[in-house]
């Protein structure tokens, strides 16, 4: 990409940004149009724009223009697990993955459980300024399970959050997970459910299926999520509040999703890209890079949730970007820690198994990965159209190169991608957050 660079900067307000124009790409993969971005705002859409002095033109032919990706999922690790990640390095992962904002769950140590730690956690978002960072606050005190977290004092909180999860466990009491609903509902938070009955996958290790008999691994049944998701839909309509549920990966929990929107239940969900890619087949090899919560289901399953996110069923595309260090995955596969790596393989994934296969257009592309998962998180400054006064939160993606995908060259301070070696399609040319450029072909820039 042939940049022609300025030697000067302007200022608006508190955001010092040279203004750029984005020439000759397609937003949304439509028509050639410029993009003009000044002052930290999209200044305009079109061509033969009227530049300001001192523009930066960033030729884009061929390339994807989108919004900045939002990520409803990412574990950034920070505080209490920083040998896996920070949050200076999972946002600059982030960043290179194309997005312009995560929410980080809760799983920390100490758990974001406290205004406190929300807020310490979002303001090293700000500090380490490669993304916007939503911390998403626990359900449950510690995750235990026993009673409800200061749901309401980290609504309030500097960090204001709105999306509560226990991810990494499930909110598996009845009466707590419908407080919780109850709860949230003042303040239009919604509950991101980790659908996984604690019972019925005591040691499962894997799908439960023909591979794990043949294997002699614990299945892990697909009813484990499918009852939790069936009894938290209709928990949700009775309470009148907002479910969402995370990581969903089985044919039958697609058809329950169907079923609760088909009622007009307020339940949203979603599906990560190695769920829409990877099968119980690759466990097989016995490398725990495959080993991930939940498991990775069936062709048939695949097919499903490939389907379901096609139709509108499923909402939207979260990485449940999830660092390991290398000790706690290079193990035999009962000792492995659960959980890959998927911030910066997200959306040539999505490309690979969506797009090229004709089920998503680049549009229906900016609505799972930037538009749905901005208004689910109730992020105000994210997931807007590419359009004259929105904050300049842009993407700039070239669909056309293959790459060979290497976890070495990665941002993140985790090599746990199951995805190495693998010919992965496009690339990420730019990423602009608040009309500053955070990623230049495929590199972070220097702050």
Known sequence: MRTET?????????????????????????????????GGRIRAVGTELELPEHTEVIEAEGCIVLPGLVDLHTHLREPGGEEAETVESGTRAAARGG???????????????????????ARRGDSAGWCTVRPVGAVTVGLAG????????????????????????????????????EYVKSFDGVIAQHAQDPRLTAGAQMHEGVVSAELGLTGWPAVAEESIIARDVLLAQHVGSRLHVCHLSTAGSVDIIRWAKQRGIAVTAEVTPHHLLLTDENVRQFDAVFK????????????????????????????DHAPHPRDAKDREWDQA????????????????????????SWRDVARVLSEKPAEIGRDREQGHPLEPGFPAHVLVWDPRPVQVADPAEHASLSRN???????????????????????????????
């Open 146 to 181: 026993e009673r409800l977290a200061e749901l309401d004092a980290m609504a309030n909180s500097g960090a204001q959050v709105r999306v509560f999860s226990d991810d990494g466990k499930c909110v598996h009491d009845p009466v707590l997970m419908r407080r919780a609903l």
């Open 337 to 360: 820690a659960m959980g890959m790596t998927g911030l910066e393989t997200a959306l040539s994934l999505v490309q690979l198994t969506m797009v090229d296969q004709g089920r998503l």
């Open 292 to 319: 991930v919560n939940p498991p990775l289901r069936t062709a048939a399953d695949v097919e499903a949730v490939r389907a379901g996110l096609a139709d509108g069923t499923i909402d939207i595309v979260a990485t």
């Open 6 to 38: 300025t030697d000067s900067a302007v200022t608006t307000g508190d955001a010092a940004t040279t203004p750029l124009l984005i020439r000759g790409g397609r937003p949304y993969g439509e028509d050639v149009q410029d993009v003009l971005l000044v």
């Open 417 to 447: 991608s199951p995805f190495a070696g693998l010919q992965l399609p496009g690339t990420n040319r730019l990423t602009v957050l608040g009309g500053r450029p955070t990623v230049r072909d495929g590199q972070v820039v220097r702050r």
């Open 99 to 121: 997005f312009t904002a995560v929410h980080a769950m809760a799983n920390t140590t100490p758990v974001a459980d406290t205004a406190g730690v929300v807020e310490q956690i």
